[in-house]
């Protein structure tokens, strides 16, 4: 069975500070990958999908990067949080083939004071 | 522009009752997906049903793409049912999903 985890589980940073957020999905070889962010009391918007190793594209700008290291790693960051980077961070990933449904971790809470 | 719209916002029932939940986009899709999203975040995924109909449980989902809608219908509510239900579709440029803002159920005992 296939498992995916989020690490850490919520922070606390201050505005300027990096910031590194991870994501591994075990038990599925070659999995599509996405990274999503969700304001308080907002909507789940798209930040970047990854389809192999090393490659990753962005679909919203928020001043955030993301990276795929390994076939089942998926990293996000940012050398300077802002407060607008407050939210809950979901990762998810879907089969290779074919779109198929998403199957989303159990997310990371992120505060920028 | 909010490319998929749900309604209603929110809904309130007493158990047992039925809810019916309504999803559409304005732009053409092939790929839609039911979450509930649990109050501490977490989405679980209900149904996925690109087209017709889909069952799970006391879920029903019916997508009618050429209309660009989909619903999502749950029988029988439960207290437990209550949370945040969310339609996402994906964009014909593949890989890229758009979620819907929600609707709040809450059931009432």
């Known amino acids: 069975a296939q498992t995916i985890h989020q690490w850490p589980v919520a922070e606390i940073k201050a505005v300027g500070s990096p910031l590194s957020l991870g994501c591994t999905i075990k038990?599925?070889?070659?999995?599509?990958l996405y990274w999503y962010w969700q304001a308080t009391g907002g909507t789940l918007q798209q930040l970047f999908y990854?389809?192999?190793?090393?490659?990753v594209e962005s679909v919203v700008q928020l001043n955030l990067s993301a990276s795929r290291p390994k076939d089942d790693q998926f990293i996000l960051s940012t050398e300077k949080l802002l407060l607008s980077h407050s939210g809950f961070y979901l990762c998810?990933?879907?089969?290779?083939?074919?779109?198929?449904?998403?199957?989303f971790g159990p997310g990371t809470r992120l505060l920028v004071l | 522009e909010q490319q998929v719209q749900q309604s209603p916002a929110s809904l309130v029932l007493q158990e047992a009752e039925n809810a019916e939940l309504q999803c559409s986009f304005s732009?053409?899709?092939?790929?839609v997906q039911w979450f509930y999203q649990r109050p501490g975040g977490r989405l679980v995924s209900l149904l996925y049903?690109?087209?017709g109909t889909k069952q799970s449980g006391r879920l029903t989902s019916t997508t009618v793409i050429k209309e660009r809608r989909s619903s999502l219908h749950i029988s029988s509510s439960q207290i437990t049912d209550s949370g945040t239900y969310l339609c996402?579709?994906?964009?014909?440029?593949?890989?890229?999903?758009?979620f819907g803002k929600g609707t709040h159920l809450h059931v009432l005992p």
């Open positions: 049903n690109p087209s």
């Open positions: 996402a579709m994906e964009d014909t440029n593949a890989y890229k999903v758009i």
């Open positions: 998810a990933w879907s089969p290779g083939v074919n779109q198929d449904t998403q199957y």
């Open positions: 990854s389809i192999t190793v090393g490659q």
């Open positions: 732009i053409f899709t092939n790929q």
């Open positions: 038990g599925k070889s070659s999995p599509n």
